[in-house]
């Protein structure tokens, strides 16, 4: 991926940025991109152009330093417009997250400069959506190298990034249940292994990958050995968490949108009145209009309690993503009642969002784990049982 900084964006002007970037670009193929299942390339490297993909990068490498509110922002715009796009780059963040905590300052000066796309390769076709349960291991092969063998289930971008922050057994059995490595995408035994026509996020990639005899030099390896759980949990959980809260939040509220316009817009020709002059009509939007908006509510929450330390910061990550995928999926099915026939039209765009909300509940951690971890978390349980650690 190559592409040239213009100026990376202040916290004032990233969504001036972004509106550019949308207008000019993303909006305008977001439907070809459902309907090919194609890679959003020319968005992807837009955003990075527009410092976009460098955004949380430090300062230090030369990125824009924004935390994690401004970065929840930009997902929740960008899936307003375009679901697949969003989601590659949420998984990049996530993933950028883990490099630069623990990656090579090359790697973190490129991702700053819009010129390296990164993501999360975590689930495995043996522990499928279990992401804290590795099975694709890692072998010493001699001279400061290491072997990687594993067949990824999910991952977004496959064939498109520039490198994969990729989960394993531990490197030395007993050390911890997993370990991290920054695998760069041109590694001799790297291979996509299936193609995506999926229901929704249809332009993400999100495709299997295996590593056959893959080699990395032993300082891929991100953080210690066997501490991967432990960054996975403390790193990329609460970006991966939060920037997918945002990113529900930007499907439903553009969902609200787009049947309240079709409710003042609409009229029955035969009584000369609107949709939304029906009592049932107007109730059942403002459910919609409510719920999104509670939502709304409890993201900005977490990220206070994330920004401030509070006691409840973990069970607010916890839960944002269990309430949003479930208020999405509702949403975007009212509006879908609320538009009736008009819906199932592709031109409206509600039946892409609908679509594109399936996956928030079954994207690991489900809503079903979700609900499992807060409920230990609120009861004074650890997030994880030993046999799982």
């Known amino acids: 991926m190559t592409a040239s900084v213009e100026s990376l964006p202040s916290s004032t002007d990233a969504l001036a940025t972004l509106h550019r970037v949308i207008d000019d670009v993303i909006r305008p193929q977001a439907e070809t991109v459902d309907r090919s299942g194609t890679f959003p390339r020319e968005g992807v490297d837009a955003l990075a152009a527009a410092g976009l993909l ?25 899936a307003a417009e375009c679901g697949s796009t969003a989601m590659v780059v949420l998984m990049h963040h996530a993933a950028t997250a883990v490099v630069e905590a623990h ?11 819009g010129g390296h796309l990164t993501t999360l390769a975590f689930s495995e076709f043996g522990s499928r959506s279990h992401f804290w349960s590795p099975t694709g291991t890692a072998t010493a092969a001699g001279d ?13 971008a496959a064939g498109e990034a520039d490198s994969y922050v990729w989960s394993s057994l531990p490197l030395s059995p007993g050390a911890g249940p997993m370990t991290l490595w920054l695998v760069p995408a041109d590694s001799a035994g790297l291979a996509v292994a299936g193609d995506f026509d999926g229901l929704g996020l249809r332009g993400n990639g999100s495709r299997p990958m295996t590593a056959d005899g893959l080699l990395v030099p032993t300082e891929a390896m991100l953080a210690t050995d066997g501490a991967g759980l432990d960054t996975a949990l403390t790193v990329v959980l609460p970006w991966f968490l939060v920037l997918n809260s945002a990113f529900c939040l930007g499907l439903a509220d553009s969902a609200v949108a787009e049947a309240g316009r079709h409710l003042t817009g609409t009229t029955l020709t035969h009584t000369g009145a609107a949709l939304r002059d029906a009592p049932v009509a107007r109730r059942d939007f403002a459910q919609l209009k409510i719920r999104t908006d509670a939502l709304r509510a409890f993201l900005g929450d977490t990220l206070t309690a994330l920004e401030t330390g509070r006691d409840d910061a973990t069970l607010r990550v916890l839960q944002v993503k269990a309430l949003a995928g479930e208020t999405v999926a509702d949403v975007t099915d009212g509006a879908m009642r609320l538009c009736g026939g008009s819906a199932f039209r592709r031109e409206l765009g509600l039946e892409r969002r609908f679509r594109d909300s399936r996956a928030a509940r079954v994207m690991a951690p489900t809503t079903d784990a979700l609900h499992d971890f807060v409920g230990r978390v609120a009861t004074g349980l650890p997030l994880l049982d030993e046999a799982n650690r």
């Open 103 to 113: 990656g090579p300052r090359e790697v973190r000066a490129a991702i700053a400069a």
């Open 54 to 78: 460098g955004l949380a990068s430090s300062t230090e490498v030369g990125g824009g330093g924004q935390g994690m509110r401004v970065v929840a922002d930009v997902i929740e715009r960008l």
């Open 144 to 156: 400061d190298t290491v072997r990687l063998d594993a067949r990824k289930s999910w991952v977004t």
